[in-house]
Structures are given as C-alpha cells and as structure tokens.
C-alpha cells in the first residue's frame, strides 16, 4: 500500500489547511487512518485516527480544532486544521493499519507562522 500526503504548505497563525492522503490497494476502505505529526527536534506525535465505521479520536491539542475524515470511494484521508498555531509547524505523515498492515506516507510539511 503507498500512501500520498499533500495540501501542507505555510500559513499565518489562525489560519486553515487541509491535508489529504491518498492510498493505492483495495484495502482502504477497512483500515484504520491516522495523522502524526513531527516538530523539529521532536518526536513524531500522533495527532488523530479515523476507524472503518468512522469513529474519530483526537489527540487534546487537535480537539476543537482539527478534523479527520475520510472518502473511501476516493481511497483518500483527510485532516481539516484550523485556527492553526505556531506550535502546529512540523511534518503530516499519514498512517493506514490494517491487521498486519501498516504504512507510512513520506509527509508534508506544515509551517505555521506567527
């Protein structure tokens, strides 16, 4: 399964991106969808997952403000982010589970000034 990340770019601080991910395969539609997320000099942070039947979870600093969702007649994932923050800067992976499966994108990168 490749995963495709893209929409990241630089933004003013309180302003909007969407990022999408788009998978190739047949599997899509019963994985789980995740967004991590990696500042500079940081660990890579999970940030939000999507399940099969769409329940949605949030890590606090998302809640409010970010929302996955998905389109699997797209096969394609997506994190609206709003009200952005400088904090919010690093690089969006995308990630897909499903059993034994599990891949990465290569990521995008988000760059919130202040």
């Known amino acids: 399964v490749q995963l495709v990340e893209s929409g990241g770019g630089l933004v003013q601080a309180g302003g909007s991106l969407r990022l999408s991910c788009a998978a190739s395969?047949?599997?899509?539609?019963?994985?789980?969808m995740g967004w991590y997320r990696q500042a500079p000099g940081k660990q890579r942070e999970w940030v939000a997952t999507?399940?099969?039947?769409?329940?949605?979870n949030y890590a606090d600093s998302a809640k409010g403000r970010f929302t996955i969702s998905r389109d699997n007649a797209k096969n394609t994932a997506y994190l609206q982010m709003n009200s952005l923050k400088p904090e919010d800067t690093g690089v969006y992976y995308c990630?897909?589970?499903?059993?034994?499966?599990?891949?990465w994108g290569q990521g995008t990168q988000v760059t919130v000034s202040s």
């Open positions: 999507i399940t099969s039947g769409n329940s949605t």
């Open positions: 395969g047949s599997i899509f539609s019963i994985s789980v």
């Open positions: 990630r897909l589970g499903v059993a034994a499966i599990i891949s």
